[in-house]
């Protein structure tokens, strides 16, 4: 069970709006520690979708956004599309301990 | 184009040592701020970070299994490598590396994230 808690699923249409929440504690995202974001398509290795809670890598679309609050981070999917179906996972760590810790990660249905 | 490369045994016996292997290329181990991480993925299951090295050795490993776990690299080969001691049927996973890089200074690092991963290697571990 991770320290990070992510739903197990989320669901929406194509073209909608989805959130996926990451919930830490004072220890790692409350204590101001930065969330990655994730996603792994089916039967491939995982890809940086976000870095520092909200800075998306070159490549990245727009529709992916996140952001970072207290002891809490979410990821947010505009305009949903088929190719999003995929697992997404948070990950945040301690900055003195250095020890990284990702969310148990959420599968993203497109209805 | 930066590449990296998993490498190690299919199939591992209980209470024995898994030794992983990842090659890298098109960015030096040595450049300031470089790193790479070891990830895991059981069967149907989440991600784990294992552990991470940087360009001045510096290395951090899981809480959890720090115990058993060994990361070094060797940049002249640049690979880096992950040695887990004592495997159990439950360290079956897919194994991947992922390149890291960060800016700044202790302990005020900014992360840049996993930003390249290799394609995994899966290793189970059975008598």
């Known amino acids: 069970q991770s320290v990070l808690t992510q739903p197990p699923s989320v669901s929406g249409a194509p073209g909608q709006r989805v959130t996926i929440s990451c919930t830490g504690n004072?220890?790692?995202?409350?204590?101001?520690?930065?969330v990655q974001w994730y996603q792994q398509l089916p039967g491939t290795a995982p890809k940086l979708l976000i870095f520092g809670n909200s800075n998306r890598p070159s490549g990245v679309p727009d529709r992916f956004s996140a952001s970072k609050s207290d002891t809490s981070a979410s990821l947010a999917i505009t305009g949903l599309q088929a190719e999003d179906e995929a697992d997404y996972y948070c990950?945040?760590?301690?900055?003195?301990?250095?020890?990284?810790?990702f969310g148990g990660g959420t599968k993203l249905t497109v209805l | 184009q930066v590449t990296l490369k998993e490498s190690g045994p299919v199939l591992v016996k209980p209470t024995e040592t898994l030794t992983l292997t990842c090659t890298v290329s098109g960015f030096s181990l040595s450049t300031a701020g470089m790193g790479v991480s070891w990830i895991r993925q059981p069967p149907g299951k989440a991600l784990e970070w294992l552990a991470h090295?940087?360009?001045?050795?510096?290395?951090s490993y899981s809480t959890s299994l720090k115990t058993r776990l060994t990361i070094s690299k060797d940049t002249s080969k640049s690979q880096v490598v992950l040695t887990m001691t004592n495997v159990d049927p439950v360290d079956t996973a897919t194994y991947y590396c992922?390149?890291?890089?960060?800016?700044?200074?202790?302990?005020?690092?900014?992360?840049?994230?996993?930003?390249?991963w290799g394609q995994g290697t899966t290793v189970t571990v059975s008598s």
């Open positions: 090295i940087f360009s001045g050795d510096e290395k």
């Open positions: 990950l945040s760590f301690g900055i003195r301990l250095s020890v990284w810790v």
């Open positions: 004072s220890s790692n995202i409350g204590e101001g520690h930065d």
């Open positions: 992922a390149r890291v890089s960060r800016s700044g200074y202790y302990p005020f690092y900014y992360y840049f994230g996993m930003d390249v």
